[in-house]
């Protein structure tokens, strides 16, 4: 019994010109539709081993998980805006003023009672 090929032939050159102008066609900005969420014309997207490096810890079902949570974050720090507004969030939840009527614990001055 002889194998049979099932290989599609090779593109010409002038399927190839055709693919690639129906692609810049479809890409470009003014034929994207109304409200299109992403537009990555200008973004440097990462190659392929950037990609592969980034989600190589990805979690598969029934793995235990990652041995440092907290690593995800690290390579991924917010930016300055993002830290601002934490700390304000965090000045604003700490001030006295913003405390529940008859809310028991201060320890807004860091210092700790003596146990004993």
């Known amino acids: ?12 050159r002038t399927e190839i010109d055709e693919i690639e102008r129906e692609r ?12 299109a969420e992403v537009d990555n014309t200008d973004a ?8 592969d490096r980034r989600n190589a810890d990805e979690e598969t079902e029934g793995s235990a998980g990652h041995a440092d949570p907290s690593e995800v974050f690290r390579e ?3 930016s300055e805006e993002e830290v ?6 965090r000045e604003r939840r700490l001030a006295p ?10 320890n807004t001055g860091g210092a700790e009672p003596d146990e004993g």
């Open 1 to 12: 019994m002889s194998e049979v090929d099932e290989t599609p032939p090779e593109p010409d």
């Open 24 to 35: 810049e066609r479809r890409l470009a900005p003014e034929n994207r539709p109304e409200n």
């Open 84 to 89: 601002k507004e934490i700390e304000e969030e």
């Open 44 to 51: 440097t997207l990462p190659t392929v081993e950037e990609f």
């Open 76 to 78: 991924n720090p917010p």
């Open 97 to 106: 003023e913003n405390r529940p009527d008859n809310a028991v614990v201060d």
